[in-house]
């Protein structure tokens, strides 16, 4: 369902001069699978999951979304997607339903099928207590949901998380992550950004390690354990990094 | 496109401001409480106004000469006197006249001792003075011993002054018979200054602001004068020094006494000139003596034209700021605001189109921008009758009438603010849309803000009136027309026809506005830029360090903003050394002074700017040997346009202004007969032929053409090659010609074309300015052209067969093959 091959972004930069935030870039996501892309802050997940959702063009190589280039057909790609981030935009003077419905319509949603939507939505995510609050008066657990909720209106097959639980308590994260959770069992295929080991290892059938625009490593979890000698995630992940640090060398190829 | 997402967001956006409290005391509550608040405060101010008249003193009233100058009751000067009668009420006159005179006699006395707190005054009841007559509410709640006393304590002042006064006037004749430098003299004169500024103080402490002396006996004098002029006898004729004159005292350092002496001066001026007439009447003089030509004016305007007067130039004032203020808070909230809420990412991911999400903000902002200068001028105008109603118009009448305009020219306001409103609705959403956060946003909007309120100002001068040029300048059409269609209905009929061009470039402006809006949405420097520190240093490094072939857009942008300055700061320069020419030799000095124009202010930046900032001089001036088709067309195309562009300026003469004095004189060079025809070649051809190439199809389409469309990049270079020449004339003639000229050097890959054609271009436009003279001895020119009023044109069938090569030769120019540089492709 989603499918990257060589992918790269640069910007320009006064002090640096050409910036690569993504160097040539290659991974999948097969439908009802959680990927994770896990790496520090500034490693470029964020870059990715952007070109991937179109706001951002990729400078080299080529990005398919649900069978749609996300360079030639950003609408179509934009259509079939649903993308949060930790970021939950949402507006202060809107309440939780309306905004939903106003997602829900963007979406093209026709107006019977969106009521029965939202109401499904609203029920699953235990929302319909804060149905009528404003987003100015909602807790960032409550921004949280919405934001899920509005991700979800129009049951994309694709769904992007970027750091979703960045700045969430325990509890409303383990939430999210059951969330997320049940949406791979309907078979979507998710991508998920992090920088939490712990989260990965909880939720992903498959992880990326990206750092400074490469992906060092890739596999499922057993497989990086064996590949580098490692049995614990946490500790992977910095050898992985600290190597890269060391050497340069990344460890795509097996 | 879809109407359904524009309308979605559209409405989402709207509820939101709605839910704003912020916005909607701005557009709603602050407008109708604002002006309401304002007019009451006026109300208030004028009450205060009016509740304390200057007090004006007036000694020897019972000296004054027939006809009475002050009413009845002596504590007004008669109604008569002023323009306004109400402004009798404006002074509140103290005499030392009064019906107890005795008693004023015996106070008299008292005064002369210096001793003010005199028991007898103070005990004096002066009933009329205060209760017996119809005297403002002011004076009347005050206590009647109060006034009084205040009153002698005033006289008292008063008669201070006047003995000073005849001390000066004593010492200044004694002045006058000593010798001057003398030390005699130079005491008096110690004496004169301190004298003064004795009378200046007690003058101050008084409380008068204005004092009047009438002289002992001046009634009587008058009364001789008249006499005597009547049977214009000499006998008894008085030195003129000698004359008896009242005097009147005022400080017009304070602004009371300048006031009170400004209505003073009117009553007394109309009055002296009753006295004037009744002089001459007496003398059997026709009345009209003094005015010996005595024009007759005749003022054509209605009444409800006269209204439309104020209203016609507050409205369109008033339209510009609220619309423009009306789209800024709302613009920066949709644009910025959004950005920086972290709410335009998630709408971005939507699969909303750009065009759909910019349209929609667009048309929230057009609406706040329309109802606010709705609310705005509809709570204004109504303020304003209702305190006129209340308040009677005589104190405004000075400004006009302000009576109602009719509603069809009300009409036209509700017609004019849309595109008013959709100018600065497009604008100030792609500045909110570029900034980063509100306080960005801000920053970006105020110079729009300034630059509106520059043109409103233009505008509000009853000098300038809408013309077709000025119907095409963005803000100044619709505003210029709307004043023009306040004024009155026979205006309005004429002026109909402006609504064509005045809406479609609004229209127009509006649409590039929303473009350049939808553009920032493209770009993703623009969507995610970082808060960065701006080092110059480093940015300096990174322009000379990372170099390309040719320049970008920024530096094209520069390039032309240096040369625009450079021309500006240069202009004093040049018109000074122009001035200073010997007269015969001016014709020789512009030409000087042109070919410096071009080398060092055209030529040079670009030049200069291609080599520092560029790796390749070549690419970037396209020095390049075209192919031979493109030479022919550099040679021939300017032939056939010539007649064309000749024949477009005559057919479009009425839309511009006059030329300005200097660009005739300029023009008037061309058929200068003292200057070698090769030195004109030079400088009106050969030197703009390389210098302006070198700059607009050179560094400045580079530039342009880096942001990949060629089309853009010759439409922006030709349009900036225009505006560079200034004239209204020269900027569209030059337009064109850049269009034609940018095409040339893009599809040949070369500059030297351009720079034959538009040598050609010149020399052909010489030779033109000379064809009066050369068209005697001639017979070509003979059959060619015709003179008309514009002087000489060409036949009708050159021009149509000019066209038609043209057109060919046009065509054969689209359809070539485009220069590729594949290093630049890279």
């Known amino acids: 369902m989603i499918d990257v091959r060589h992918l790269s972004k640069y910007f320009d930069d006064l002090r640096l001069g050409r910036v690569y935030a993504l160097k040539d870039v290659t991974f999948d996501v097969q439908p009802g699978e959680i990927f994770g892309l896990l790496g520090p802050n500034g490693a470029g997940k964020t870059t990715c999951l952007r070109i991937l959702s179109t706001v951002l063009r990729p400078s080299e190589g080529h990005a398919e979304v649900a069978g749609f280039d996300v360079s030639s057909h950003p609408t179509q790609v934009r259509q079939n997607i649903g993308f949060m981030s930790g970021n939950t935009g949402i507006y202060d003077r809107m309440t939780a339903w309306e905004l939903v419905e106003y997602y829900g319509r963007l979406y093209g949603l026709p107006e019977d099928l969106l009521q029965q939507r939202l109401a499904e939505v609203f029920e699953t995510l235990q929302m319909d207590d804060i149905r009528d609050v404003l987003g100015a008066k909602m807790s960032t657990g409550m921004k949280q949901k919405v934001s899920i909720a509005r991700t979800i209106i129009h049951d994309p097959p694709v769904l992007i998380f970027d750091e979703p639980t960045s700045g969430l308590d325990v509890l409303v994260a383990r939430a999210l992550l059951k969330a997320i959770e049940s949406l791979r069992s309907q078979g979507k295929s998710i991508i998920f950004s992090t920088h939490i080991m712990r989260e990965v290892e909880r939720l992903c059938d498959r992880i990326a390690i990206i750092h400074k625009g490469h992906i060092l490593t890739m596999g499922t979890i057993e497989e990086l354990g064996e590949k580098h000698n490692q049995p614990d995630t946490e500790e992977l992940f910095f050898d992985v990094i600290s190597k890269y640090e060391q050497t340069g060398e990344t460890m795509t190829s097996p | 496109m879809s109407w359904r997402n524009i309308r979605l967001i559209f409405q989402r956006e709207t509820g939101d401001q709605l839910r704003d409290r912020r916005t909607l005391f701005m557009v709603v509550v602050l407008p109708l409480l604002l002006y309401p608040a304002l007019g009451l405060g006026m109300l208030q101010m004028s009450l205060l106004f009016s509740e304390q008249p200057r007090t004006v003193v007036m000694l020897g009233a019972d000296h004054l000469p027939e006809p009475p100058l002050l009413n009845e009751t002596g504590n007004r000067i008669a109604e008569q006197w002023f323009t306004l009668p109400s402004d009798t009420e404006t002074l509140n006159i103290v005499t030392d006249v009064d019906p107890t005179a005795a008693k004023e006699e015996s106070a008299e006395t008292d005064t002369d001792d210096e001793n003010t707190d005199a028991p007898s005054e103070t005990e004096v009841p002066f009933p009329d003075a205060a209760g017996g007559v119809d005297v403002d509410e002011a004076t009347a709640e005050t206590a009647p011993d109060e006034a009084e006393e205040e009153r002698q304590v005033q006289l008292l002042a008063a008669r201070e002054i006047r003995t000073r006064l005849t001390q000066l006037a004593d010492l200044r004749k004694k002045q006058a018979t000593l010798p001057e430098e003398s030390p005699q003299a130079a005491e008096v004169v110690s004496q004169i200054d301190s004298l003064l500024s004795e009378i200046s103080e007690l003058f101050a402490a008084s409380n008068i602001q204005v004092l009047i002396i009438i002289p002992e006996g001046f009634a009587a004098y008058m009364e001789a004068e008249n006499e005597r002029l009547a049977t214009r006898s000499n006998e008894g004729a008085i030195a003129p020094e000698d004359r008896l004159r009242p005097t009147i005292i005022r400080n017009s350092a304070n602004e009371k006494s300048l006031i009170a002496y400004g209505r003073?001066?009117?009553?007394?001026?109309?009055?002296?000139?009753?006295?004037?007439?009744?002089?001459?009447?007496?003398?059997?003089?026709?009345?009209?003596?003094?005015?010996?030509?005595?024009?007759?004016?005749l003022d054509l305007a209605k009444e409800e034209e006269l209204a439309a007067n104020v209203w016609s130039r507050l409205f369109p004032a008033m339209l510009i700021i609220m619309a423009m203020t009306g789209a800024f808070h709302p613009a920066i909230d949709l644009g910025a605001g959004e950005k920086e809420r972290g709410t335009m990412e998630t709408l971005l991911i939507s699969p909303a189109l750009r065009g759909e999400i910019v349209i929609g903000k667009f048309l929230t902002v057009l609406l706040f921008s329309l109802v606010t200068a709705m609310l705005n001028l509809a709570s204004m105008g109504m303020t304003g009758l209702h305190i006129l109603n209340s308040a009677g118009g005589g104190s405004l009448q000075g400004l006009g009438d302000f009576s109602v305009p009719p509603v069809a020219q009300l009409m036209w306001v509700a017609v004019m603010a849309v595109p008013l409103a959709s100018l600065f609705a497009s604008l100030s959403l792609a500045f909110a849309l570029f900034a980063r956060s509100s306080k960005e946003g801000q920053y970006y909007l105020t110079p729009l803000l300034t630059v509106t309120l520059g043109l409103t100002v233009f505008c509000l001068s009853p000098a300038v009136e809408i013309t077709p040029f000025y119907s095409l300048v963005p803000v100044m059409g619709p505003a210029l027309l709307l004043k023009g269609l306040l004024l009155g209905e026979a205006a309005a009929s004429n002026?109909?026809?402006?609504?064509?061009?005045?809406?479609?470039?609004?229209?127009?402006?509006?649409?590039?506005?929303?473009?350049?809006?939808?553009?920032?949405?493209?770009?993703?420097?623009?969507?995610?830029?970082?808060?960065?520190?701006?080092?110059?240093?480093?940015?300096?490094?990174?322009?000379?360090?990372?170099?390309?072939?040719?320049?970008?857009?920024?530096?094209?942008?520069?390039?032309?903003?240096?040369?625009?300055?450079?021309?500006?700061?240069?202009?004093?320069?040049?018109?000074?050394?122009?001035?200073?020419?010997?007269?015969?030799?001016?014709?020789?000095?512009?030409?000087?002074?042109?070919?410096?124009?071009?080398?060092?202010?055209?030529?040079?930046?670009?030049?200069?700017?291609?080599?520092?900032?560029?790796?390749?001089?070549?690419?970037?001036?396209?020095?390049?040997?075209?192919?031979?088709?493109?030479?022919?067309?550099?040679?021939?195309?300017?032939?056939?346009?010539?007649?064309?562009?000749?024949?477009?300026?005559?057919?479009?003469?009425?839309?511009?202004?006059?030329?300005?004095?200097?660009?005739?004189?300029?023009?008037?060079?061309?058929?200068?007969?003292?200057?070698?025809?090769?030195?004109?070649?030079?400088?009106?051809?050969?030197?703009?032929?390389?210098?302006?190439?070198?700059?607009?199809?050179?560094?400045?389409?580079?530039?342009?053409?880096?942001?990949?469309?060629?089309?853009?990049?010759?439409?922006?270079?030709?349009?900036?090659?225009?505006?560079?020449?200034?004239?209204?004339?020269?900027?569209?003639?030059?337009?064109?010609?850049?269009?034609?000229?940018?095409?040339?050097?893009?599809?040949?890959?070369?500059?030297?074309?351009?720079?034959?054609?538009?040598?050609?271009?010149?020399?052909?436009?010489?030779?033109?300015?000379?064809y009066a003279a050369m068209r005697e001895n001639s017979p070509l020119l003979q059959q060619t052209t015709i003179v008309s009023e514009f002087g000489v044109q060409y036949s009708g069938w050159v021009v149509l067969l000019a066209l038609v090569i043209a057109i060919g030769l046009l065509t054969w120019l689209f359809r070539s093959e485009k220069y590729v540089d594949a290093e630049l492709q890279e």
């Open chain 2, 495 to 770: 002026l109909s026809w402006y609504l064509i061009p005045v809406l479609t470039t609004s229209l127009i402006y509006s649409g590039l506005g929303l473009y350049w809006a939808m553009d920032q949405f493209q770009r993703e420097d623009v969507l995610f830029r970082e808060s960065e520190r701006f080092d110059l240093r480093l940015w300096v490094r990174h322009l000379f360090r990372d170099k390309e072939a040719t320049p970008n857009f920024s530096e094209a942008v520069f390039c032309f903003v240096l040369v625009m300055l450079l021309q500006f700061a240069m202009l004093n320069v040049f018109s000074g050394a122009l001035n200073s020419a010997p007269p015969g030799e001016q014709g020789m000095a512009m030409v000087k002074l042109l070919v410096i124009q071009q080398l060092a202010i055209i030529a040079s930046p670009a030049l200069f700017m291609g080599i520092l900032l560029t790796t390749s001089l070549k690419k970037t001036f396209q020095f390049r040997w075209p192919k031979a088709k493109f030479w022919l067309l550099g040679l021939t195309l300017p032939i056939v346009l010539h007649p064309l562009a000749v024949e477009l300026q005559q057919r479009l003469y009425w839309f511009f202004p006059k030329l300005p004095a200097h660009a005739q004189a300029a023009l008037a060079t061309l058929g200068d007969s003292s200057i070698p025809w090769y030195v004109i070649l030079l400088a009106f051809a050969l030197a703009p032929a390389i210098c302006e190439e070198l700059a607009f199809r050179g560094l400045i389409m580079s530039g342009f053409r880096r942001k990949g469309r060629d089309g853009l990049a010759i439409v922006f270079s030709g349009i900036l090659f225009g505006v560079m020449h200034m004239i209204p004339q020269q900027v569209f003639n030059a337009s064109l010609l850049g269009l034609v000229l940018g095409l040339l050097a893009v599809k040949s890959g070369s500059i030297f074309p351009a720079m034959l054609f538009h040598f050609v271009n010149n020399a052909l436009g010489v030779l033109h300015g000379n």
């Open chain 2, 264 to 297: 003073v001066r009117e009553a007394l001026d109309s009055w002296e000139q009753a006295i004037l007439n009744q002089r001459l009447e007496m003398a059997n003089l026709p009345a009209d003596l003094t005015r010996p030509v005595n024009a007759d004016r």
